[in-house]
């Protein structure tokens, strides 16, 4: 039972950005004492949450194993909460107690495996369906091609996962894509990519398989507009909004990545990425809400979060302030690039619009060239490539590396963003990191 309690609070830490887990094993008088759940009457597994913990029990005899994930920082979305709507379900799938001993110990290790991988198949599908064979063998072959090289290039691909065929059919925009319909029945099995051809020409960026959950693939669809979407459009998933906002019947998409990841893009802009073997739910409305709150203008919120998340898919820093007060900004040290052609570059940049120029393709740009850019809450660019002066701050207050010495310093003075080269996405405020996007 340690074992499956440990594979839980590892999934969590993975799936659930910047939460802290621990683990317990209580009587279940010391457990309904320490908890005060009102309805719990001894259920075998079981979930509880408010808005800075969740909780998930599993029941042994008369113990109770708890796993209890807390995040005081921000509170958990209703989507994260819904993630986990379905552990009951998944618990009874992976955790048989009475069975003989070599059998409970193949079904500890596969738990501690194939927790998180189920949750997530759950998820997208529907946590109400009969079955989910599906989606794990939709996303299975998924994480077997990204691991695949041919001729030296990255293998890619990806599925449109549909509840019904016809009714997607019916409402696909004829103006942003066209299907092109199998003539024989074709069926999702192991070793689908077993051919160069099935990926290539299907490759998961402007092409797609259509799979019902029969696991009959349909045919192929294609974005008939790929070069409308620049970077961070197509890392926001605007691409596919065309199709996942079907009302009619439960839409999915699940493709290969950049980075040697599987990405599952969902309605209302909810995506779930598989990368390193970790499964991470990526909510963005949290990082949105807050900033929200701080007076972010709308315009700037649209731009400003799918280019950051662009940067870090494109493996590339940046550390990006957003202050309270656009005359009180950090001290310089100096500037990045203090050249005359620095300089008049600088000079073009500064005062700019910011999503001005992410519609004209130079946010990335800008964003990257590393040092602080400091963008105002109505979107007006005040400042890039700056060096903060460090000389005011503890020596114990600048723990990390450069961007994170920065990023610390800077949000003395407003929210700060920062981008690393590994791909995490972190927020600060007043020295402290309060949300950080693993991936």
């Known amino acids: 039972m340690n074992q499956q309690i440990l594979g839980i609070e590892l999934a969590l830490r993975d799936l659930l950005p910047s939460v802290e887990t621990v683990s317990r094993q209580l009587s279940e008088r010391d457990f309904s004492r320490r908890y005060a759940i009102p309805y719990y009457h001894g259920q075998t597994a079981g979930r509880y949450h408010s808005d800075h913990l969740l909780l998930l029990w599993l029941r042994y005899g ?4 708890v796993v209890e994930a807390r995040r005081d920082t921000l509170a958990f ?18 955790y048989v107690t009475h069975q003989a001993r070599v059998t409970r110990s193949a079904l500890r290790i596969a738990s501690f495996h194939s927790f998180a991988e189920l949750m997530v198949a759950l998820y997208v599908w529907n946590r109400k369906a009969h079955t989910f064979w599906t989606p794990v063998l939709l996303i299975n072959q998924l994480q077997e091609l990204a691991l ?28 942003l894509y066209v299907f092109e319909r199998f003539n024989q029945k074709v069926l999702l099995r192991t070793k689908f990519f077993s051919k160069p051809g099935s990926y290539r020409y299907v490759d998961g960026r402007n092409a797609f398989y259509v799979v019902d959950n029969q696991q ?42 950049n980075n040697d990841d599987v990405n599952i893009a969902l ?16 909510d963005r409305e949290l990082l949105i809400d807050v900033l929200r709150e701080h007076g972010l203008c709308e315009e700037l919120l649209q731009t400003l979060i799918p280019t950051l998340f662009a940067v870090s898919d494109m493996r590339k820093g940046t550390v990006v302030l957003l202050p309270d007060d656009d005359s009180a900004l950090p001290p310089e040290a100096g500037r990045i690039d203090d050249s005359p052609l620095g300089e008049q570059l600088a000079l073009n940049v500064n005062q700019s619009n910011f999503s001005a120029l992410a519609r004209r393709n130079a946010a990335i740009g800008l964003l990257t060239s590393d040092g602080l850019t400091v963008v105002s809450r109505e ?30 310093a800077a949000s003395r003075y407003g929210y700060v963003i920062k981008v690393s080269e590994d791909g995490p996405i972190s927020l600060f405020s007043n020295g402290e990191c309060l949300l950080t996007y693993r991936f």
């Open 62 to 65: 008369d113990l109770v194993f």
């Open 77 to 94: 979305s209703h989507a994260e909460q819904k993630l986990l709507r379905g552990f009951e379900r998944v618990v009874a799938s992976l």
């Open 148 to 175: 695949e090289r041919y001729e030296g290039a990255k293998c890619t691909s990806g599925f449109v996962f549909v509840g019904d065929i016809n009714p997607f059919l019916e409402d696909l925009d004829e103006n």
């Open 216 to 257: 009959v693939v349909h045919g192929v669809v294609r974005c008939l507009q790929p070069r409308h979407y620049d970077m961070a459009a197509r890392v926001s998933n605007n691409h596919l909004s065309g199709m996942l906002n079907n009302t009619r019947t439960r839409t999915w998409i699940g493709y290969v990545g």
């Open 267 to 282: 309605p209302n802009g909810k995506q779930l990425r598989c990368h390193k073997r970790a499964w991470h739910f990526i």
């Open 379 to 408: 979107g007006k660019v005040l400042r890039c490539g700056s060096i903060i002066a460090m000389d005011a701050y503890e020596v114990s207050f600048l723990s990390g590396g450069g961007r994170t010495h920065a990023a610390r």
